[in-house]
């Protein structure tokens, strides 16, 4: 019999490509299933679930620093993985939950699975509490990923607009780490799943030499050959004159180790980016 896949938060970038990749799912949005009600979690019918894939998430890193975002960052990110972690354990479902490397404060320049919680903003802070939560379950995965790029509003995106606008950015050039694109995340969920390993946390970006932002759209304008300058500026200068700007770590790479011991070999960051930026430019013509 198949595996009876309950993908949560379908329609965000992760949500979005897992729903492709698992057509058979029972994909719902955060109108159909919002996690952070007890209520609805608790009335669903888990009997046709083997595994729940949380891609809900609350995801606005400067909008969790306002009154209002704290208080729903703490809800979905938080609340709502603990209510998945108690209908799973209930039942014995798998739970596989995706974690952040914003829940380190950037001072390692290469996170392990096993670097204690030091999170710097309130989006950290309630991802590093859904990460206990989903712990306290034998049968889980977390896969934590950093800088991911897929269906949405993302960096990529927004790089590419600017520079279409004829904008030359100032793009921060002191916070390193490696984009991780939805494919490769449900890649690694895929592998996960199918080679049954040990449960646990795991660390999953793209691979490829760590970079800044302000390279990472450095080698986006080479490769779609691109005209844009860019200029290099700190994430001091960057908060300047801003309020609620999250406080970001410095270093998100994520060591990879882990992964590629179990039988997954990550792609280089810039052979994703250079499809994906391939199949932006082919839908907008
Ligand atoms: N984006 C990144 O750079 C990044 C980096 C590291 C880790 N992650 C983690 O990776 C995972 C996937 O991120 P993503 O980029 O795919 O996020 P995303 O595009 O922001 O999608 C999150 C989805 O969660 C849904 N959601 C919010 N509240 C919900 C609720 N109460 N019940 C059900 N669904 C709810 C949202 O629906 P609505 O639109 O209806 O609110 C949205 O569709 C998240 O766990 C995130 O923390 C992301």
Redesign the pocket.
Known sequence: MDTRILI??????????LALKYPKAIA??????????QEQVKSFPWKDVDVII????????DGAETAEGRI?AW???AV?VANLTKAAMARDIKLI??????VFDGSKDNHQEDEPFSPLNV?GQT?AA?DIAVSLLSNHYV????????E????VRTMLELAKKGINPKVVSDQIGRL?F?SE?VRAIDHLLSCNAEPGTYNLSNSGKPASWADITRTMYDLVKLNNTVTDISTEEYYVGKTNVAQRPLNSSLDLTKICSIGFTPTDWEIDLGEYLNKELANKN
């Not at 939950?97 to 914003?102: E, F, G, L």
């Open positions: 949560t938060g379908a329609n965000g970038q992760l949500g979005r490509a719902l949005n955060s109108d159909q299933l919002d996690i952070t009600s949380n891609a809900a998430a609350y995801t606005n890193v729903a809800q979905v990110n709502g939950h995706i974690s952040t490397d914003y989006y991802k859904g896969l934590r990923t950093s800088w991911v790029i897929g949405g509003k993302n960096f991780t939805t995340l």
